[in-house]
T-cell receptor, first 110, second 114 residues
Framework: QQQVKQSPQSLIVQKGGISIINCAYENTAFDYFPWYQQFPGKGPALLIAINPDVSEKKEGRFTISFNKSAKQFSLHIMDSQPGDSATYFCAPRGYQKVTFGTGTKLQVIP | DSGVTQTPKHLITATGQRVTLRCSPRSGDLSVYWYQQSLDQGLQFLIQYYNGEERAKGNILERFSAQQFPDLHSELNLSSLELGDSALYFC?????????????FGPGTRLTVL
């Protein structure tokens, strides 16, 4: 049974546009909700994360929106840049448990 | 650079063989995590060690084992290798345990089983 569903699988956005990636989870024991960014040939790196006691967190051009009742959280990338082209993973985490989403390949075209 | 090092970078071997992957965590980090990334299964958590002791297990096969040594480096042993074990294997580290906010990932070891 898949516990984490990430969408879309791939995304093409014009430079300056908004990229939106969604993550739905089932495990109510998750209590930390990060997004990772992975470039080809590199390991994932933490981009931004949120705790369940807030509904939104913004860091620069990156925003997480969290809906606890719907068990969903999303990543918004404002003013998307070609350098943002990468694969993004949600990875909700609980006690001794982490489940990665299937990844979203983002391409930002000039 | 995350500060986590992994060796080797690439490994090519045959079915039935055994290999050992090595990870050195960031200085000061006590926890080491192993992950497998494959095209069909995505990124999966395998196992976590904290200060030399196993703390959490994910989707790790019985043919796989790991350990963390007193100097905190870790090794992942993969035996009786199958074609389906071909994947990227990542090590990550954090200061404390699973509730630590950030895990720092190494560059990975690409394993190819022929």
């Amino acid at each position: 049974q898949q516990q984490v569903k990430q969408s879309p699988q791939s995304l093409i956005v014009q430079k300056g546009g908004i990229s939106i990636i969604n993550c739905a989870y089932e495990n109510t024991a998750f209590d930390y909700f990060p997004w990772y960014q992975q470039f080809p040939g590199k390991g994932p790196a933490l981009l931004i994360a949120i705790n369940p006691d807030v509904s939104e967190k913004k860091e620069g051009r990156f925003t997480i929106s969290f809906n606890k009742s719907a068990k969903q959280f999303s990543l918004h990338i404002m003013d998307s840049q070609p350098g943002d082209s990468a694969t993004y993973f949600c990875a909700p985490r609980g006690y001794q448990k982490v489940t990665f989403g299937t990844g979203t390949k983002l391409q930002v075209i000039p | 650079d995350s500060g986590v090092t992994q060796t080797p970078k690439h490994l090519i071997t045959a079915t039935g063989q055994r290999v050992t992957l090595r990870c050195s965590p960031r200085s000061g980090d006590l926890s080491v995590y192993w992950y497998q990334q494959s095209l069909d299964q995505g990124l999966q958590f395998l196992i976590q060690y904290y200060n030399g002791e196993e703390r959490a297990k994910g989707n790790i096969l019985e043919r796989f084992s790991a350990q963390q040594f007193p100097d905190l480096h870790s090794e992942l042993n993969l035996s009786s290798l199958e074609l389906g074990d071909s994947a990227l294997y990542f090590c990550a580290s954090s200061v404390l345990g699973f509730r630590e906010n950030e895990q720092f990932f190494g560059p990975g070891t690409r394993l190819t089983v022929l």
